[in-house]
């Protein structure tokens, strides 16, 4: 069974800090990765979808890494604010169709 | 284009109260996910559709929970009777068939079980 882990469980930076978010899963047969976001009372944004096949997503101050074979992947926001704060979840869709989430890091940007 | 629309956004029971969740998922989307979320943790699988066929339902409580999604398009998902340990968020998500295409969300059913 794929187990996703999302470490720290919460972090708290100042306005403008560069934020890193790392996951790691343990089944490296991943068809692609997925990075949402939550907001409190609200449903998953999705953020960066990184195909098994790529090292890499880029969308705006946003970039996911991911290294299949050593089950991890890194979601790096630049200059962070305060509207960043939220919960970022990582989640791994494996080739027999099942998607894992991990529980989440919670982000508070303090301004 | 319209995304994933769920409804009601909340809903408080009584305990042994039925209770059904609506999601209507993007035009096309013929894979369909229910997912539970509890506070603090990430989503949990309920079920799996692809077009009307549940092709993953081993996580349903099947003895109160049950879902269906006649026509392939519109899920219904309900709890029968409820109990106080459903309380949670149930989310209903959609993507392009099979394959590893993008999920999107909707804004979740909260539920209160009292």
């Known amino acids: 069974k794929q187990e996703v882990t999302q470490i720290p469980a919460a972090l708290s930076v100042p306005e403008g800090e560069n934020l890193v978010l790392n996951c790691s899963f343990t089944d490296s047969a991943i068809y692609n990765l997925q990075w949402f976001r939550q907001d409190p009372g609200k449903g998953l944004t999705s953020l960066l979808l990184i195909q098994s096949s790529q090292r890499e997503q880029t969308s705006g101050r946003l970039n996911a890494s991911l290294d299949k074979s050593s089950g991890r992947s890194t979601l790096y926001i630049a200059a962070s604010q305060p509207g960043d704060s939220a919960t970022y979840l990582c989640?791994?869709?494996?080739?027999?169709?099942?998607?894992?989430f991990g529980a989440g890091t919670t982000v508070t940007v303090r301004a | 284009e319209a995304g994933v629309v769920q409804s009601p956004r909340y809903k408080i029971i009584e305990k042994k109260q039925p209770v059904a969740f609506w999601c209507n998922p993007i035009s096309g989307h013929n894979t369909l996910y229910w997912y539970r979320q509890n506070l603090g943790q990430g989503p949990e699988l309920l079920i799996r559709?692809?077009?009307?066929?549940?092709v993953d339902d081993s996580q349903l409580p099947k003895d109160r929970f049950s879902a269906e999604r006649l026509k392939g398009v519109d899920s219904t998902l309900k709890i029968q009777p409820a109990e106080l340990g459903d309380s949670a968020v149930y989310l209903c998500a959609s993507k392009v068939p099979w394959g590893g295409g993008e999920l999107f969300f909707g804004e979740g059913s909260r539920l209160t079980v009292l």
């Open positions: 989640a791994v869709f494996t080739n027999d169709y099942k998607l894992s």
């Open positions: 559709y692809e077009n009307e066929e549940a």
